[in-house]
């Protein structure tokens, strides 16, 4: 089992940055593929991105592509999203998640994954 830990939410105005923190307890990090994940008001949680076991795979739904950025420290057992030209919509609370995984495969779904962190909030200003 992993305990999964967010940080690094906040109040940014449109056109700035944030890195997002997961940090994972356990001596295993480097056996679980990890995703980030948004929920916004009224809204479905959505997947945002994710990246296979030693980082060698990162996968991104649209709309984030080549403004966020995910990645991995698995001696340190944690793993960031790098978000950059934040707009208003991507305001919301950004999930961390974790599954086990034996291969490189994407894994895009809610229930594809395990293990869930409370969440941070991101707030984008217009």
């Known amino acids: 089992q992993v305990q999964l830990v967010e ?3 906040g109040l940014v105005q449109a056109g700035g940055s944030l890195r997002l923190s997961c940090a ?13 994940f948004r929920q916004a008001p009224g809204k479905e949680r959505e997947f945002v991105a994710s990246i296979t076991r030693y980082g060698g ?13 995910i990645s991995r ?13 934040l707009k208003p919509e991507d305001t919301a ?29 991101v707030t984008v200003s217009s």
């Open 7 to 9: 940080s690094g939410g």
């Open 93 to 121: 609370v950004y999930y961390c998640a974790a599954r086990q995984s034996i291969d490189e495969r994407p894994w895009y779904a809610v229930k594809d994954y395990d293990y869930w962190g409370q969440g941070t909030q």
């Open 57 to 69: 795979n990162t996968y991104y739904v649209d709309s984030v592509k080549g403004r966020f950025t």
């Open 73 to 85: 420290d698995n001696a340190k057992s944690t793993v960031y999203l790098q978000m950059n030209t």
């Open 24 to 36: 994972a307890s356990g001596r295993t990090f480097s056996s679980y593929a990890m995703g980030w």
